[in-house]
């Protein structure tokens, strides 16, 4: 009984971190979706939102690939920090339509992805303090050691690689070498 009780809290631990970069997965795909099918071209403040959303998934992948680590969860959270810094920031410049200055992009159940952003970073800020009242912080089990959420999360890790090069390729076509801004920036396809 001793044994199962030892070895519950790192699988649903792992699986906890697990379901957050699947989540995050989603948002991201979503959001190249609306990019290239939906033809919506995100503006430079959308590009610094997702590669936050790719910082907060980085400290996630780091815990799978070289063992669970709180540091890995506070550059997780640091990430999220900067979300909700950067889509607050969006949110503020946008909430009153100007020329030039109004929400980008079709909403979504009525929401800009500016105020999603916002309550996405509240949301994984609050998961992962949720995550710290659960789990504590001791020293955790390895994921390597359950085989099935090891490799699951291997491919979500590498999945998530792609997306972030994908969206590297697409900031470099869509902005160039330079300094991205809300005007004149190339349309893709």
């Not at 948002?27 to 959308?46: H, T, V």
């Not at 990430?79 to 949110?91: G, H, K, N, P, Y």
């Not at 390729?169 to 809300?182: D, K, W």
Request: glycine share 8%.
């Amino acid at each position: 009984m001793l044994r199962k009780k030892s070895l519950a809290l790192p699988v649903l631990h792992h699986l906890y971190l697990f379901l957050m970069m699947l989540t995050l997965a989603g948002i991201l795909s979503a959001a190249a979706w609306l990019q290239y099918a939906g033809r919506e071209i995100p503006c430079p403040l959308c590009l610094l939102q997702r590669l936050a959303m790719f910082g907060v998934a980085y400290g996630i992948i780091v815990n799978f690939r070289h063992g669970y680590s709180a540091r890995n969860d506070g550059v997780s959270m640091i990430f999220a920090l900067l979300l909700l810094i950067i889509s607050v920031r969006q949110t503020l410049l946008d909430i009153y339509p100007r020329p030039g200055h109004e929400y980008i992009g079709s909403a979504i159940f009525g929401i800009h992805m500016p105020v999603w952003s916002i309550l996405i970073a509240t949301a994984l800020l609050i998961a992962f303090a949720l995550k710290f009242v659960v789990f504590g912080n001791e020293r955790l089990a390895d994921a390597r050691r359950f085989p099935a959420l090891a490799s699951a999360s291997k491919w979500l890790g590498f999945y998530m690689v792609a997306l972030c090069v994908e969206n590297f390729v697409s900031v470099i076509v869509q902005c160039g070498l330079g300094a991205c801004h809300t005007w004149g920036y190339l349309l893709l396809g």
